[in-house]
Every structure is written in C-alpha cells, then in structure tokens.
DNA sequence: GACCATCGTCGATACGCATCGATGATCTGC
DNA sequence: GCAGATCATCGATGCGTATCGACGATGGTC
C-alpha cells in the first residue's frame, strides 16, 4: 500500500504538501496540484483511516445500533439499515453495526476506543437502559424514536401522533362512526416503545375532536386474539365497520378473518394499516395506508448526526423533530361519500 | 480520554509494559499485571482503535456488502446482517456496513483506505462484478452464495441443491406423483443468483431417481402469473396435487389461489415453502418447511473469515461449504402412507 | 563465589497522517 | 528599487499503540 510519503516522493514535493492537496486546508498552486494528484493517480493512493483518525481525531463512522427483535419487523429495520448507510456515504462516513445485545456497554466501547464519531440508536424505548449512558458519552448521539424524557437528547421519529389522526380523520371522513384499532403485537407492546401510546392518543384526539367513535382491541399474531377482537369490534358497530392495523403481522390475520366473516375490504369494511407502497400494492384488494417513512426518517436521521459531527458541538444538544406521515387511499377504505 | 502512557504513570511502569499486559505477548509478574490492570480500571482506560490499527496493522473490523433489494426478502437479509455482526464480535470484531451501490469501487475503498481486513459479500451473483476485484484485493473474503466461476474464491452458501431434492423426495414419499415447482418472482430470478438453478437442479434429480414427475411454474408477485401456474399444476395432475414455493412472497397469493379453488393444505394439496419456523407456525396451517437456515450460513461465514485473518494468509484460499438445509413437517403436506 | 541462562521490564522506534511554525518566493505600493 | 505583505511550500512534531533490542535482577550450576 502507497503512502502519502510515496505520493510525495513520486511528485516530488513534501508529504505535508500530499496532505494539503488533498484537505484543501491551504492554497496549493495549480502546478503543485496536478503533480501530486497525478502521483495519487498513479499509485492508487487512499489515505489510511487509523492514521487519519489518530492525527485528526476524528474517525468518519457512525455506529448504529440495530435491534434484535426476532422475526418481528425485520423487514423495516433492515430499510433503515440501508438507507443509513447509504446516505452516511453522502456526508462521506461509514457505519458500524453495533447490536444491541451489547446492551449499553457496546455504546461504551465503541465510543471509548474511538471506533466512531457518533451514534444512532434504533427502537429506543420508552425508559431506554441506554439513555443515561448516552447522556454521558462525550459525542453526538441521535435517536430513533423517542424517550419519555428526551431532555438533553437529540431524537427523531415519525410523527405517530398525526399518524393515529389522520387514520381517524380519513375513517370518519369516508362516514364510519365506529372505528376499532387493533394494537400492535404484545411483542412489540411489551418493547415499551412509546410510538404505540403516540398514535394512539392521536386516534383519541382526532375521535373526540370528530365525535367518532374509537375503540381499541388486542392485536397478537395469533389468531384467537384477533379473531376476538373482530367479533367485539363488529358487535359494538352499526354500519360498515372500519378497522386501524398499524402493525403489518396483525393485518395479515385481520384480512383473513374478516374474510372468513364475508366481509370485503373497500365494499363492506374499511382497512387502513400501516405499509410501503409496494407492499400495500400487492395485496389482493390494495391496502390504504399510512406511511409511516423509514426512509425519510433515515435519511434526516444522518442529516442530522453529520451537522452535529461538523460542528463539533460539546455542549449537551436537544432537539426533537417529527416526520409527516402521509396517508394513501387504495382500495381497502370506502369512498368518502362527497368524494373527497 | 486516558491513553496507555496515562496508565502506565498511574501505575509506575512503562507504557511498554502496559501494551504487554494487554497482549500477552511477553510474560509479566503478577504483581505487575495487578497494579496495571488496577490503573486500567480506575481510569477505565480502553485502547485507541485508530492508534492499534496503525501500529498493528489490523483493525479488527470487517466489511459487510449489503445487498440492495426494494422490499423483497428484507426481512431475510436482516437475519443475516444481524447474526453476522453479533458473531463478529465473538471473535471480537466488528461489522462495517458497505451499500452495494458502491459496487465495486465500494470494496476498493474500504479496503484501500484500510478500514477493515476483511470483507463478507452477500446475494452474489452468479457473474458479479465485484469477483474480478475481490480477487485482486489482498484481504480474505468470503462470498455467502456462489458464482458461476468460483475458483480462488472462498464460497458458503445454503446447500440449495440438497433442498429441492428432500422438498421432492417428501413429496414423493407422501404419494404424490406430480410435483410442482413455482419458480422464485422475476425481481429475484433476474439477479442471476444461481441458487435457483441449485434448487431447481436438485429437484429434478430427485424426480428422475424416484420415477415422478416436476413441473417448472413461472412465480411472480402478481396474481394473474400464479394462479395460471396454479391452473396449469392443476390440469397436469391426476391425485392430490403438490407445490413447492420457496419464495416467501409467491407463498402467499399461491395461498390464496388455492383456497379459492377449494384446495386445503394438507388436507387435497401438500405445499412446501421455506420460511423460518416462527413464520411457518404463524400461517393458518402451518406452513411444512424448508429451512435454508441464514443464521447458521451467517456463524460459519464469520467463522472462515476470522479464521482466515487469524492465519493472515496470503496466497489465495479456495473453499466452498454448503449448509445443510432442513425439512420440517407440519400441517401444509399430506403425512407419507406409511407413517414414515 | 564466579558464570550463564532466564525472566521481567524499560526505552526507543515505527506506523501514516494532520498540522503548526518557518522560510523562501512573489507581489504590492511608494 | 526597497520595505512589507502575501503566497506556496517545507520540515518537524505529535497522535497512541505495538514491538524490538537491551539491560538489570534473579536463579541455578559447578
């Protein structure tokens, strides 16, 4: 492997001036330039990260701790995952995966061996184990998700709130009365994470707000429970009965027992769950959904790390941004009658 | 940040002696190794990775080419992702994620800026053009699928080939004669990842050695595609008619364009798909399993890599090793005539 | 008690880059 | 045509660790 000591050698000029050439941090002349970055070309040189990081003290990773949730949502986890790491390579960084089975000290030794700059953290919960050591690790760390005490903190999330509103405000728009939200699964429930009581208090708001009816019914991916919760939901309602069903395991069994019950999604019973696109559009009868957008999420998530990196801020940050969830009609949802 | 040198004052010896400690690499009193490991952990003192990377040459980190897939099989590739970097750190190492939309000058990066020893590509393709790179890099890596061409490359991989052959051989043993394949959906057969071809392959020795019949069906996630295959199945058999749907998502419209034709799994039709356990026990029958077992395919890729950098080869390694795959039975086939 | 091997520790150096102060070269204005 | 300012480059140093050679202390041997 060349060294910048070689790129000098080959250029002839001093490694300091390797240096200059390719950090910009002083004016290089046009000549100087092009001789030093034909020798780059030539030998194929690429700086070398662990010498970079010691005399710069900066390592240009992000480690990002990904949950371990059997099964469960892994399709999710793995979009923001990915667009992570993707636009991570737009601020010029890399990511490291830290899982969190390493509990609290991974996020203590990633940091203290100066492996990364900075953290994300995915799912926090509600009373994260790993918030107070997050608060004390002297780099930026930006969450997913949000605590119940974000102070101090610097988090971001899908707007869950306006999410359970929306859902409400569409169902009752479309002229259903009652409406019945089947919960996440108990293990995601039992997760603590606070997006759950989020979108439901947006649900409640937006009801009472509407004079609907909202009522909330276990979820669980086994069928009794779900199939319990559709008989209860139908007996509470007159008229075409509309169902909310965040989580995505939950609306398979959903379907399947409303189907078993002679009831048609978009002719004589209203759906909206949570999806992407693609997948939504791939059900028999296209799902309307509420996006929640990992992706965006993601994207704002890095966005965000990169700024605190750049300034190099040690004064105890906090903010907290929501991202707009956006609610598409398909075929699973009645018309609204004015056809709005 | 404490440094070693910082120890070494705290503990009157010097920073030699405490790198030494560390390692192991020289003998040390024990009253020594007290007093050093006694500085370490008041100052909870942790190494420098970029300063050890320099010095050793070796960053302990291992790059992770994450394949790129709108939607399809997410769920899968984070299995992977996940036991792979909480293996690593058995071997104490840790996972950088590269995007493959890097392509190949992803793994020249990393690689060339020498930010990890090693790297592990997922989904290969059966022409990939990352392998002409990979072969030229001089660090391990390991391919978890294999190419066409698979000479001086270390390769692991389900034993696909073994799968369709017990899929087939099950099938046969359970009384059926005619025995239908619903290929994976085009987004995934267009990558060109031959472990179709395996399966295939296997499934049709099997049917040669065991005197039935296996017929090839286009998959697709579109409905129209699969309930044509379903109808041309249908037509092609006399008995109890048998599918084999490897791909998750043609699992679940090849479901329902059974039902709505009267067909109950396991009662008069066998379906065998793959899918993890837990997933298999949530269907309304549970679904009959083969199981192409990622998280093991994702221990043993750690594993040969690790060993590979533990033994800082350098000429080129060449190996190849097919996991065994696993059938399971559950309520989806009929039960073999004979108890077997 | 003199000699040599072994053990435990120290000091010095190298790893490859970023960065600071210094220095020579070029330019400005009078 | 000369003092001072600006520009481009160089040399030296430090970042924190691993590792090599050296060296004093200890133990055993005849």
Redesign the interface.
């Known amino acids: 492997?060349p060294t910048s000591k070689d790129v000098a050698e080959a250029a002839g000029v001093a490694q300091s001036t390797v240096s200059y050439v390719l950090s910009g941090k002083r004016p290089i002349s046009e000549k100087t330039r092009k001789k030093v970055e034909a020798a780059i070309e030539q030998l194929?040189y690429?700086?070398?990260?662990?010498?970079?990081?010691?005399a710069s003290r900066k390592?240009r990773?992000i480690g990002?701790v990904?949950p371990?949730i059997?099964?469960l949502e892994?399709?999710?986890?793995?979009?923001f995952?990915?667009v992570i790491?993707?636009t991570a390579?737009q601020y010029d960084h890399?990511?490291?995966?830290?899982?969190e089975?390493?509990g609290a000290a991974g996020l203590?030794?990633?940091v203290?061996?100066?492996?990364c700059d900075g953290l994300i953290l995915m799912q926090v919960e509600d009373e994260d184990e790993r918030l107070p050591v997050a608060r004390t690790l002297n780099v930026p760390v930006l969450l997913i998700g949000i605590p119940r005490d974000p102070s101090g903190l610097v988090c971001i999330d899908a707007d869950f709130e306006m999410a359970g509103e929306h859902c409400v405000r569409d169902l009752a728009a479309a002229g259903h009365s009652v409406i019945s939200i089947i919960d996440w699964q108990p293990a995601v429930v039992n997760r603590h994470v606070n997006y759950v009581d989020r979108f439901m208090g947006g649900a409640d708001a937006a009801a009472e707000a509407l004079g609907v009816t909202v009522q909330h019914l276990p979820g669980g991916?086994d069928?009794a429970t779900i199939a319990d919760s559709v008989d209860r939901a139908l007996a509470a309602t007159e008229g075409v009965p509309a169902f909310i069903a965040p989580d995505r395991?939950v609306q398979?069994i959903l379907r399947?027992a409303l189907a078993s019950r002679g009831l048609t999604p978009g002719v004589n019973v209203s759906i909206i769950g949570s999806a992407?696109p693609?997948?939504a559009e791939?059900q028999?009868i296209p799902l309307s959904t509420i996006d929640l957008r990992p992706a965006e999420v993601s994207r704002r998530a890095v966005k965000i790390i990169c700024q605190l990196l750049e300034a190099d801020s040690q004064g105890p940050h906090e903010s907290l941004e929501l991202v707009p969830t956006v609610i598409t009609h398909r075929s699973s949802t009645l018309r609204p009658p004015h056809g709005a």
């Not at 690429?46 to 990081?53: I, K, L, S």
């Not at 892994?74 to 979009?79: G, L, P, V």
């Not at 203290?112 to 492996?115: A, C, K, L, R």
């Open positions: 492997m194929t690429q700086p070398n990260a662990g010498a970079r990081a010691l390592t990773v990002l990904i371990f059997p099964e892994m399709a999710s986890i793995m979009e995952v990915s790491a993707s390579r890399d990511i490291l995966l830290v899982t089975d390493e203590r030794r990633v203290g061996q100066q492996i991916p069928q395991t398979d399947r992407t693609t997948l791939l028999p």
